[in-house]
């Protein structure tokens, strides 16, 4: 199993900055992933973050809006830049753990965030 | 990674049994179909796995139907605590590790 924790646990931010949410994993891991939750939906996979490589993005998701770094086996952040109002969601990061023949991921409490 | 299928919500009694139904009719046979649930205001978090036998662990039971094209989460014993939104998902690691989420069945526990 993995436990991990997100600062911050929720914020509010104006249109126009930035924030940095991190992510801590309390062993060490392979593969991270980061998703946005918007309010009343699922769960929508950004991006993969692997250390040591350029994070992999999914379509409709780009470097500039969400940069990511991985510096380590048990960190990661995501940076939502230049927010605007339909950035508020949820974010959450994830980690994978072998589990036999199969992995299981596990999540993050995730960090609310609202623009104003 | 394989389209699931599950119903919107669903309502269950207190300390009855609840049956979570997901169709995956175009299931691979390397696909292993995995259950996550999310609580209100969490993260998900992993509830049950299986490749083609029915399986057993501490929170469920996974039946999963001769050919694969359907399984069904079972709940022995559902509390208010299982109030969730419950995830059927396939994965074929040795295709994609990532997971992709789809809308998941809003279980309502009714006391």
């Known amino acids: 199993s993995a436990v991990i924790s997100q600062k911050p646990s929720r914020d509010i931010c104006q249109r126009g900055t930035s924030l940095t949410i991190q992510c801590q994993v309390d062993?060490?891991?392979?593969?991270m992933f980061w998703y946005r939750q918007q309010p009343g939906q699922s769960l929508t996979l950004i991006a993969t973050?692997?250390?040591?490589?350029?994070?992999?993005?999914e379509s409709g998701f780009v470097i500039d809006k969400f940069p990511i770094s991985r510096p380590n086996l048990t960190f990661s952040t995501l940076t939502v830049s230049n927010m605007s109002p339909e950035d508020s969601s949820i974010y959450l990061c994830?980690?994978?753990?072998?589990?036999?023949?199969?992995?299981?991921?596990?999540f993050g409490p995730g960090t609310r965030l609202t623009v104003l | 990674d394989a389209k699931t299928t599950q119903p919107n919500s669903m309502e269950s009694n207190e300390e009855e049994p609840v049956h979570l139904p997901c169709n995956h009719s175009t299931i691979s046979g390397t696909d292993y179909i995995h259950w996550y649930r999310q609580l209100p205001s969490q993260g998900p978090e992993y509830v049950i796995h299986?490749?083609?036998s029915n399986v057993n662990n501490r929170m469920a039971s996974l039946a999963i139907a001769e050919d694969r094209k359907s399984s069904t989460l079972i709940l022995h014993r559902a509390t208010l605590r299982d109030a969730a939104v419950y995830y059927c998902i396939l994965r074929d690691v040795g295709r994609d590790d990532k997971i992709i989420f789809g809308k998941g069945t809003r279980l309502h526990i009714l006391p």
């Open positions: 062993s060490q891991v392979t593969m």
């Open positions: 973050a692997n250390q040591g490589s350029e994070a992999t993005y």
């Open positions: 299986g490749l083609t």
């Open positions: 994830s980690v994978e753990v072998p589990r036999g023949p199969t992995d299981t991921q596990y």
